[in-house]
C-alpha cells in the first residue's frame, strides 16, 4: 500500500494522519497496532507523494469534484494532465531541500562516545550529503570547550550533553545565550561501572566515602547518579565525592585506582570492562528506561540566520536517528564510526553497545537490545524534569518557569512540523509523563514532584 | 684522546639504551594472571583481560606501530585523523606563529625597560605578576575572549614565551658594560644608533639565551594546549590516542615531541654561538 492521491478511492482531507497512509489519526493508530504503519520505500517516494497531494488538492478543492474528475478520466490520464501544468518532479526536488541552505559547510563538533552515533555516521554515511549539505564533523576535547568553540560561532552545531543546551540559555556556567534542541541523540546507553574490587559490594548503601566520576555538571549522567545515590540514602553532596572527569580519562582513572566507579557514556563503560579495568554494575536504562542522554544543538542565533540550513540540518539528523534506531543497521554503523577519524575505539568495544550484546565484566555474557537506543523527539517534559534536578541540586537558584524554559530551548513543535514534512508520525503532544526509578513523573506538576525528594541540596 | 672519550660516551649511551629497552621488554612481556572465561565471553574482551596482557606495550610493539607511522607521515582521513607529519607540522606552525609574535613584542619592549630605569620599575610589579601564571590557565580567558581556539593556542604560546625573553633582553641591555656606553656617548653616539651597534651586539648573547629558553616553554606549551582545544597539532594527536588507550601511540607522540624539541633548541643553541663574543 501506498500514498497514492490518484486514487479515486483515498481522501485527501488535511486531518488524515502523519504518515499519509490513512484516513484518519484513529485509523493509523489502528493499522499501527495491528501491523505497524508500513514505512515508506524512500525518502524521494515518501516526498513525491505528499507533494502530489498538496498539488491535487490545490487543483480540486473539493474532494468531491476531484473524485469526479479521477473517476471521469483514470488516474494515469490526471497524473499526465497535473505534470503538463505543474512539473511534479520538480516541485518534488523544491520540496525536498525546501530551499536552498543559506550555508552548504558546516562545522558540527561531536564528543567521541557512541551517544553522539546519529551526528557521527551521518557523514560517513552520507546523511548530510543527502540533505545537499557538506558537514565536517570535529571532534572535540571536552564539553566545556564544545561549548564555548559552538557560541563562538567555530561550530555551526554541535553534540551536547542533553542539559547543557538548557543550561547555556539559562546563563548557568556561562554567558546567558539563547541555544536550541531541535533533536535528542539517544536514549539509555549509559551505565553505572565500578572498579573490580568493588566486585561483592553491590549495594549503593556501602558506597558511603567512595569517589565517583561524571562528565559534565550540566549532565543527565550527574542527574542520574545523584538520583540513584539519593534514592538508596546517600546525600551525592556530603556522602560521596562526584568528580567532573573528560571520559577517556574515566578508564584510565579506574585503572590507577584514583575513583571507583562512574556513570558514564558508553563505549567508556564497555571500554573498561573491555581492558578488565571494571564490572557494570547497572545500565542507566534500569534507573529510567527511555532517559535522554546528549542532544544535538545550536544557537537561536543559527537558526534565524540559516533557517533553511538549520532544518535540513534537522532532516538529515532525524533520518540518521530513525536509522540508528533500527538494530539491524547496528553493525554496520559500529564499523562506520570506529575508526580514528570518528570515535576511535576497537569495533568489537562499539558493536557491544550498539547491539547490546555485551560482556558484563563478571564472565557473564547479556543481551539488551535496548542497552542504547535512538529517538530524536525532543520531548518538553525532559527538558522539565532536567530543570527539577537543576533546582534539586542547587544549580538554579530561586524559581523557574518551567514550560517556558522548555519550550524556548527544545523545539518540539519545530521538530514535528519537520518530521510531518518528512512523512515519520510525530507524537501529538511534546509532554509526557515516565518513571524514574518506580517514581512517576507529572510534568504538569514540576514543583511538586521537587517537594517530594527528602534528599537535596538545602537552599 | 677527544675522540675516544667521544667514543666511550656512545658506547656507554648505547648500553644504557639496550638495558632500558631489555628491562622494558622483560617488564611489559605480560603473563599476568586471567581468570577463566567462556569463550564467547572472551571474544567480547580485550587482550589485556584474556591473555593476561600488560596494559603498557612493548618495545617491540612500539616499534613496529613507529614503523607504520613512518612509512605514510602525511595520510589524510578527513578531519580528525591526519598523519603525524601533518600533526607536527600544524604544532610547529602553531608554535613558531605565537613564538614570532613574542619576540616581536618582548625584544623591543626589553629594551626599553633596559635602558630606562623609570619603566623598568614602573613594569616591575606587572611582569612580576604575569610571569609565574601558568600559561594553560589563560586558555579559557583566550577562548571565551578572543572566539577563536586556533588563535587562543597562539596567544597561549605568545604569552608563555614572552616573559623569559623580555626578562632576558632587559637584564641583557641594562648589564651592558658602563664603560662601552661611556665611550658610545663621549663619541655623540644618537640613542637609536647607540641600541643598534653598541648595546644589540653586546647583549645578543643573553638575549638568545632567553630566546632559547623560550622555545623550550613554547613547545612543552603547545602539547598541552592543543590536547585541551583538540583539532589538530601533535597534542591533539596524543589526546585522540589517550581517548582509545592506545598507549603505543601516545609513546611515539612523547619521542617524537622529545626529538623536535631537542632539534628546535639545537637551532638556537647554534644562533647563540654565532653572536657569542670572547671578553
Known amino acids: 500500500m501506498s500514498d497514492d492521491p490518484f486514487d479515486a478511492e483515498r481522501d485527501l482531507s488535511r486531518s488524515g494522519c502523519g504518515c499519509g497512509l490513512h484516513r484518519s489519526p484513529a485509523e493509523h493508530d489502528h493499522a499501527a497496532r495491528t501491523l505497524r504503519c508500513e514505512p515508506v520505500v524512500s525518502e524521494e517516494k515518501r516526498y513525491e507523494g505528499i507533494v502530489a497531494s498538496a498539488v491535487m488538492r490545490a487543483v480540486f478543492p473539493q474532494d468531491v469534484a476531484r473524485r469526479a474528475f479521477l473517476k471521469s478520466v483514470g488516474a494515469a490520464t490526471a497524473l499526465a494532465a497535473l505534470s503538463q501544468f505543474f512539473p511534479l518532479k520538480t516541485a518534488t526536488e523544491a520540496f525536498a531541500d525546501a530551499g536552498p541552505p543559506e550555508k552548504k559547510d558546516l562545522k558540527i563538533g561531536f564528543i567521541p562516545i557512541t ?28 564539553w566545556a570547550v564544545i561549548r564555548d568553540k559552538t557560541i563562538n560561532k567555530e561550530y555551526d552545531a554541535a553534540h551536547m550533553l542533553a542539559p547543557m543546551p538548557i ?12 541555544f536550541t534542541v531541535p533533536a535528542i541523540e539517544n536514549i539509555n546507553g549509559q551505565g553505572i561501572t565500578l572498579a573490580m574490587k568493588h566486585k561483592d559490594r553491590r549495594a549503593p548503601k556501602d558506597w558511603k566515602g567512595m569517589k565517583f566520576a561524571i562528565p559534565f555538571d550540566y549532565s543527565m549522567h550527574n542527574y542520574l547518579l545523584r538520583y540513584y545515590l539519593a534514592e538508596h540514602g546517600l546525600d551525592p553532596d556530603t556522602d560521596v565525592q562526584l568528580r567532573s572527569v573528560p571520559p577517556p580519562e574515566m578508564v584510565a582513572n579506574l585503572r590507577a585506582d584514583n575513583i571507583d566507579g562512574f556513570l558514564a557514556p558508553d563505549n ?13 554494575h547497572i545500565l542507566s536504562k534500569e534507573i529510567w528506561d527511555g532517559h535522554p542522554c546528549c542532544s544535538f544543538a545550536a544557537s537561536r542565533e543559527f537558526i534565524t540566520t540559516a533557517p533553511n540550513s538549520f532544518a535540513a540540518l534537522t532532516r538529515a539528523i532525524v533520518d540518521a536517528t530513525g536509522y540508528a534506531a533500527k538494530a539491524e543497521n547496528r553493525k554496520q554503523i559500529a564499523e562506520a564510526i570506529a575508526p580514528a577519524n570518528y570515535i576511535n ?26 542497552r542504547v537506543d535512538f529517538d530524536p523527539f525532543p520531548w518538553q517534559s525532559f527538558a522539565v524534569w532536567m530543570l527539577t534536578q537543576m533546582k534539586r541540586w542547587g544549580q538554579i537558584k530561586g524559581d523557574v518557569d518551567y514550560r517556558a524554559v522548555a519550550e524556548q530551548v527544545y523545539l518540539a513543535t519545530d521538530t514535528k512540523k519537520v518530521m510531518a514534512e518528512m512523512g515519520l508520525t510525530p507524537p501529538p503532544t511534546a509532554y509526557k509523563s515516565f518513571s524514574v526509578m518506580g517514581k512517576s513523573f507529572d510534568p504538569a506538576k514540576p514543583d511538586d514532584y521537587l517537594a517530594s525528594f527528602k534528599i537535596r541540596k538545602s537552599s | ?6 667514543f666511550r660516551a656512545a658506547i656507554v649511551s648505547l648500553a644504557l639504551l639496550g638495558v632500558f629497552l631489555g628491562v622494558w621488554h622483560l617488564a611489559t612481556r605480560g603473563g599476568g594472571a586471567t581468570a577463566t572465561m567462556s569463550p564467547e565471553y572472551a571474544k567480547l574482551m580485550g587482550l589485556t583481560a584474556t591473555q593476561g596482557k600488560s596494559a603498557m606495550p612493548g618495545p617491540l610493539d612500539v616499534g613496529a606501530k613507529l614503523w607504520e607511522h613512518l612509512k605514510r607521515p602525511f595520510y589524510d582521513n578527513g578531519p580528525n585523523d591526519k598523519g603525524l607529519g601533518i600533526q607536527l607540522a600544524y604544532s610547529i606552525g602553531r608554535v613558531g606563529l605565537g613564538y614570532l609574535i613574542a619576540v616581536i613584542v618582548a625584544i623591543p619592549l626589553g629594551f626599553m625597560i633596559g635602558m630606562s630605569p623609570l619603566i623598568s620599575k614602573a613594569l616591575d610589579p606587572f611582569i612580576q605578576v604575569l610571569k609565574p601564571i601558568s600559561p594553560l590557565a589563560w586558555m579559557p580567558l583566550a577562548l571565551y575572549t578572543i572566539k577563536d581556539s586556533s588563535i587562543s593556542a597562539i596567544f597561549v604560546i605568545f604569552i608563555c614565551s614572552v616573559w623569559p625573553m623580555l626578562l632576558n633582553t632587559a637584564f641583557g641591555v641594562a648589564g651592558v658594560r658602563k ?42 606549551v603547545i602539547v598541552a594546549a592543543e590536547m585541551l582545544v583538540g583539532g589538530t597539532g601533535i597534542g591533539y594527536f596524543v589526546w585522540n590516542e589517550w581517548n582509545n588507550l592506545s598507549i603505543t601511540n601516545v609513546i611515539i607522540a612523547i619521542l617524537l615531541i622529545g626529538l623536535v624539541g631537542m632539534l628546535l633548541d639545537q637551532v638556537l643553541a647554534r644562533f647563540t654561538r654565532m653572536v657569542t663574543f670572547p671578553e
Open chain 2, 179 to 220: 664603560e662601552w656606553i661611556n665611550v658610545a656617548r663621549t663619541l655623540e653616539v644618537g640613542t637609536v644608533r647607540r641600541a643598534f651597534t653598541v648595546i644589540l651586539p653586546a647583549a645578543a648573547p643573553t638575549i638568545l639565551t632567553g630566546m632559547r629558553i623560550s622555545i623550550g616553554i613554547a613547545w612543552l
Open chain 1, 115 to 142: 551517544c553522539a552515533t546519529p551526528i557521527i555516521m551521518a557523514a560517513p554515511l552520507g546523511f548530510y550529503a543527502r540533505q545537499g549539505l557538506n558537514v565536517e564533523v570535529v571532534k572535540t576535547a571536552g
Open chain 1, 345 to 370: 575505539a576497537p569495533v568489537t568495544v562499539l558493536e557491544q553497545v550498539l547491539t547490546g550484546t555485551y560482556a558484563d565484566g563478571l564472565g557473564g555474557v547479556k543481551t539488551d537490545p535496548k
Open chain 1, 167 to 178: 543550561a547555556i540559555s539559562l546563563g548557568l556556567g556561562a554567558n546567558a545565550i539563547p
Open chain 2, 1 to 6: 684522546m677527544t675522540l675516544s672519550l667521544r
Open chain 1, 268 to 280: 567508556i563503560c564497555q571500554r573498561a570492562i573491555y581492558d578488565g579495568v571494571g564490572f557494570l
